[in-house]
Structures are given as C-alpha cells and as structure tokens.
C-alpha cells in the first residue's frame, strides 16, 4: 500500500475521531466550552462536515450536535478571540488548572470580544471588562451592563449631534452601495442605460445630504 494511501486513511482515522470526540464534548454538560469551541474550530476552517454529508456548518451543528446557529457562532468566535487574546487560559483549560466552573462564560468572551472591536470604548475600559469576564468569570447579564453602563458615561455627546452621525453614516453607506451596484451592472450590461443614469443621479442627491 503506498504512503499516499496511508496518509490519506489516518487523515481519515484523525478526521472520525474528532467528529466522535466533538459529538462527546457537546453532549457533555461537564465539558469545557472551549475545547467544544476548538474542536468546532478546526471542524469550520477545514470544512470536515462536508466530508460527514452535511452542505453547512450550520447543518452539522444543529443535525448533528444538537446546537443553534447562533450558538455556534458564538462559541466559535469566542474561541477564536481566547486563542489570539488569551492563549494561557486555553492552557489552563487543557491541564485541568481551572475547572469549567471556573472558565469565564462564552457568552461573557463574546461580549469582551466586542466590546474589544468598539471604538467608543478605550483600552482601558476594555482591560476592565476583561477581568470582570477573565478574572472574575462574570455572567453574561453582569458584564452586558457593566459594558452599558461603561458607553452611558462615554457618550456624552449632544443627542443632535449623536443623530447627525448616524444620519450621514447611513446616508454613506448607502450612497456606496448604490455606487457599487452602478459599476458591476454597467460593466455586464444587465440593465439599460437610462436606469444606470437615474441610479448615478441619485447617488449624487444622497451624496449632497451629508452634512
């Protein structure tokens, strides 16, 4: 037998045992979310669950494992945001260090991770979600308001002007989109030219409501 074949079957053997230990870890209420979040990890990168006869992710997930759409998502990106933000912690949770009482909420590192991706808040108010959710292992409901409570103090601004950057961030957007859509359908030539002009019109009166 050559080493192709034989690489190919432990690839295989590698691929089934993983699908038997993420089935295991589901299933388990003692087991620790983040090696659930792993293994869904390296199960979504590599598409596995397409060699398993499911078309989606989202198919594997809830067919098979029992989980909702948004869980998994959640519990993917949390993974993800540990692996890159926190490495140590999905160290201690390897050896046993901490048990799954004791690991932050996934849905609190949910809440840490985008509270990391909003620009209202410093680092410093980041760095204090963090222990709450790291070092404190605080429910989801605490850390939702100590983030509210956090953007209450922070935006501060006048309510007009708080509507007007909303206004003209909506306004760009759509203006882009709209700009967009004009370029792909007169470079295919999918609709007729009078249509691409009004279409372009309006992108220049959205364009002159930006204040």
């Known amino acids: 037998m050559s080493t192709d074949v034989l690489d190919q079957q432990e690839v295989s053997q590698n691929r089934e045992l993983l699908r038997e230990k993420t089935l295991e870890?589901?299933?388990?209420?003692?087991?620790?979310?983040?090696?659930?979040?792993?293994?869904?990890?390296?199960?979504?990168?590599?598409?596995?669950?397409?060699?398993?006869?499911?078309?989606?992710?989202?198919?594997?997930?809830g067919k098979e494992l029992g989980i909702r759409q948004n869980t998994a998502s959640k519990l993917l990106k949390s993974y993800y945001y540990l692996e890159k933000k926190e490495p140590m912690l999905a160290k201690e949770d390897e050896s046993g260090e901490r048990s799954p009482s004791e690991l932050p909420n996934y849905e609190s590192v949910?809440?840490?991770?985008?509270?990391?991706?909003?620009?209202?808040?410093?680092?410093?108010?980041?760095?204090?979600?963090?222990?709450?959710?790291?070092e404190r292992s605080s429910e989801p409901k605490?850390?939702?308001?100590?983030?509210?409570?956090?953007?209450?103090?922070?935006?501060?601004?006048?309510?007009?002007e708080i509507r007007s950057q909303r206004r003209n961030s909506t306004i760009k957007r759509l203006s882009?989109?709209?700009n967009n859509a004009v370029n792909e359908l007169g470079q295919d030539g999918l609709v007729p030219e009078y249509l691409l002009k009004q279409m372009k019109e309006l992108v220049e009166k959205l364009n002159d409501q930006v204040e």
């Not at 209202?120 to 709450?132: A, F, P, Y």
């Not at 605490?142 to 007009?160: H, M, N, S």
Request: charged share 35%; aromatic share 10%.
């Open 110 to 134: 949910n809440i840490l991770r985008l509270a990391a991706n909003n620009k209202k808040l410093t680092e410093e108010d980041v760095q204090e979600i963090r222990e709450s959710v790291i």
């Open 176 to 178: 882009s989109m709209l």
């Open 142 to 160: 605490e850390v939702r308001a100590q983030v509210k409570k956090i953007l209450e103090v922070r935006d501060d601004r006048d309510p007009t």
């Open 25 to 61: 870890q589901a299933k388990s209420h003692k087991a620790s979310w983040i090696k659930l979040g792993q293994y869904l990890y390296s199960i979504y990168k590599d598409k596995v669950y397409k060699e398993w006869g499911y078309l989606s992710f989202d198919g594997y997930c």
